[in-house]
T-cell receptor, first 117, second 108 residues
Framework: DTEVTQTPKHLVMGMTNKKSLKCEQH?????MYWYKQKAKKPPELMFV???????INESVPSRFSPECPNSSLLNLHLHALQPEDSALYLC????????????????FGPGTRLTVT | AQRVTQPEKLLSVFKGAPVELKCNYS??????LFWYVQYSRQRLQLLLR??SRESIKGFTADLNKGETSFHLKKPFAQEEDSAMYYC??????????FGQGTRLTINP
């Protein structure tokens, strides 16, 4: 399996709902990422997990809560979102993070299109 | 501040014509730059990276540190090249900073 998968493809939720986005990869990658992409804008990094530990949080509001239960799974828990949080949420993974000797390609999933009403 | 600028939001060329998508960057250290492509209804994927110095699908990009540029070029455009192209800069070990993107349309 050489793909990053994301579920669901689409999600509509109210501002009081709690929902979760799921990302999965079986490529043995040890780094996983969440990005947010608004319409006609580039992806913006939200979180990075390296070896199942949160290594970067780009000052994301606490209504977004990431979780990495194991090396293949990455979740994004959503609670009390605002309409402006509506966007395409992309997950990515890479074999590792960049070190002195190697640079690792990030592989992206197809995204979950989230609409907050 | 580390920044990537793609000055053209839209670029339209005819099939068989040369293509150049511009990318300029600002970075205080030694930059690592990438081009990502997103075809219609497909996921974002890496097209090429400057450290590989490779040609993918006929595209090349050369890092010019003097001009702080990493322009993407192809001598003869094909219709299947129509897509959204993002230039990206690696910041630190883990973060990618993307430009605003250029939508390339190849006219038959």
């Amino acid at each position: 399996d050489t793909e990053v998968t994301q579920t669901p493809k689409h999600l509509v939720m109210g501002m009081t709902n709690k929902k979760s986005l799921k990302c999965e990869q079986h490529m043995g990658h040890r780094a996983m990422y969440w990005y947010k992409q608004k319409a006609k804008k580039p992806p913006e990094l939200m979180f990075v997990y390296s070896y199942e530990k949160l290594s970067i949080n780009e000052s994301v509001p606490s209504r977004f809560s990431p979780e990495c239960p194991n090396s293949s799974l990455l979740n994004l828990h959503l609670h009390a979102l605002q309409p402006e949080d509506s966007a395409l949420y992309l997950c990515a993974s890479s074999q590792g993070i960049r070190d002195r000797f190697r640079s690792y390609e990030q592989y992206f999933g197809p995204g979950t299109r989230l609409t907050v009403t | 501040a580390q920044r990537v600028t793609q000055p053209e939001k839209l670029l339209s060329v005819f099939k068989g014509a040369p293509v150049e998508l511009k990318c300029n960057y600002s970075y205080s250290g030694s930059p690592e730059l990438f081009w990502y492509v997103q075809y219609s209804r497909q996921r974002l994927q890496l097209l090429l990276r400057h450290i590989s110095r490779e040609s993918i699908k006929g595209f090349t990009a050369d890092l010019n540190k003097g001009e702080t540029s990493f322009h993407l070029k192809k001598p003869f455009a094909q219709e299947e090249d129509s897509a959204m192209y993002y230039c990206a800069l690696r910041k630190g070990a883990q973060k990618l900073v993307f430009g605003q993107g250029t939508r390339l349309t190849i006219n038959p």
